[in-house]
């Protein structure tokens, strides 16, 4: 992987800006915004195997975001005895039904046609229907019974939650396979609004599945891949190296652990990035990119133009559902409610435009960038807006007004931002490079 100056000067610029904040404000601040960074930069890289590679319009980046963090659920949380008891047995006879009914339906399509096709299809999807909501009912109220307000789900498999990173993938690949089969035959515009769509259908299901999610009472305390902060204060080691540092005690676990997510994630980061970038300049990124200019050409020299479309597909979702269950990680607990199709999916779409549609290191600059000015718009703004203000009464309605509006700066910034950039590097800070 070769680095030009442009690249090496403006990924020197974001570490100057995330040295500033550590000086400035706080080096906890600092590594927080890095970690949510690297997580950032990694979803933009899925959207940019999409979009960049593809010219794949989606809308739906929350949606398979959201895949990863239930991933998260199903592999770490520990599970919930007395609700296994109570529904667990219905909930799997409901799987087994439905896995049943879809390849019964598979079958009567492959061996049928006409009209007994349709009626075979249609009698076999009612009846399955049917007898799936017989267990699925009964078996999901009597697990949301078992002490709801702790519990009422099954929880999962009590594994290490790195686990999930990688089921999160699985989980969002597949949901992109059967949204692919559906809606990549649609024009961009048509594909963008299949794609919110289904989206918004994901996070409902999540939303209001409350034995499989809790729904919108939360999971919360998963299980975390680095030390928890009382246990490196509690270190005689670390109390001497925090002692030696002249750093608070609390001050200094803290930052450990986020160093520790730094590492991981960065980890997964450089992988992603480099087998994107092995794929852009393979062949197959080149038939790509033949694809994305121009379908008709592609079509006529005879590749299979849907096909390569739904695995660019599944590939960005992947790495898009990847993300969504380091973001789960992260926090330490999955909260449906938060998942916001429109705002962070243009969040996203911001940072692939601003850093370069179609470069893979482009997409990982827009991500630090963009995450960087979200966060820090606030606190500088309400700087800004005491410094424009500081000739008026502290009681002035006016100041008062625009100092409790300092949150609406980060909107305004990243319209700034990304008018700026169309203006003056239409093809993005780090732009695709012609081969």
Not at 143 to 158: C, D, F, H, K, R
Not at 166 to 172: D, K, Q
Not at 281 to 300: Q, Y
Request: aromatic share 10%; proline share 4%.
């Amino acid at each position: 992987m070769i680095f030009k100056n442009r690249d090496v000067l403006s990924f020197g610029a974001m570490a100057l800006l995330f040295i500033a904040v550590g000086t400035m404000q706080s080096w906890n601040l600092s590594l927080a915004i890095l970690n949510l960074g690297l997580i950032s930069a990694i979803m933009a890289l899925g959207v940019n195997i999409q979009w960049g590679y593809a010219g794949l319009l989606n809308v739906g980046v929350m949606g398979f975001a959201a895949l990863g963090g239930l991933a998260a659920i199903l592999v770490s949380a520990p599970p919930v005895q007395e609700a296994w008891v109570a529904g667990g047995s219905g909930i799997i006879y409901t799987l087994m039904i439905v896995a049943a009914t879809i390849i019964a339906i598979v079958f009567a399509y492959r061996k049928l046609s006409g009209t007994r096709r349709r009626l075979a299809i249609t009698a076999i999807g009612v009846i399955g229907y049917f007898l799936a909501r017989m267990f699925f009912a009964p078996a999901t109220g009597a697990i949301e019974q078992v002490n709801p307000a702790t519990s009422g789900y099954l929880g999962g498999a009590g594994m290490p939650i790195i686990f999930s990173w990688l089921v999160g993938g699985i989980f969002a690949a597949g949901a992109a396979w059967v949204v692919g089969k559906v809606a990549l035959g649609l024009r961009s515009d048509y594909l963008a609004i299949a794609t919110l769509g289904i989206s918004e259908i994901i996070i409902a299901i999540l939303k209001f599945e409350d034995w499989m999610t809790r729904g919108v009472k939360n999971v919360i305390g998963l299980p975390r891949p680095v030390p928890y902060e009382v246990n490196i204060q509690n270190s005689p080691f670390f109390q001497e190296l925090a002692a030696s540092a002249n750093i608070p005690l609390i001050e200094f676990s803290s930052i450990i652990v986020k160093l520790c997510y730094a590492g991981l994630f960065g980890i997964v980061l450089l992988i992603i990035l480099y087998l994107s970038e092995k794929a852009l300049n393979s062949p197959w990124g080149r038939m790509m990119r033949a694809i994305r200019d121009n379908e008709t050409a592609a079509e006529a020299m005879g590749k299979d133009v849907t096909g390569r479309h739904l695995q660019v597909f599944i590939l960005g979702s992947a790495v898009i559902g990847i993300a969504g269950a380091m973001l789960t990680t992260i926090d330490g607990q999955f909260t449906p409610a938060s998942y916001q199709p429109l705002r962070f999916t243009f969040l996203i779409w911001v940072m692939v435009i601003v850093g370069g549609s179609g470069n893979n290191r482009g997409a990982v600059l827009g991500g630090f960038l963009i995450w960087f000015a979200w966060v820090e718009a606030e606190p500088i703004g309400l700087w800004l807006l005491d410094m424009l203000t500081s000739g008026l009464a502290e009681d002035n309605g006016l100041r008062q007004h625009l100092l409790a509006s300092a949150a609406h700066m980060r909107l305004m910034t990243m319209g700034l931002i990304l008018l700026l950039v169309l203006r003056f590097a239409p093809k993005g800070l780090l732009p695709e490079k012609l081969r």
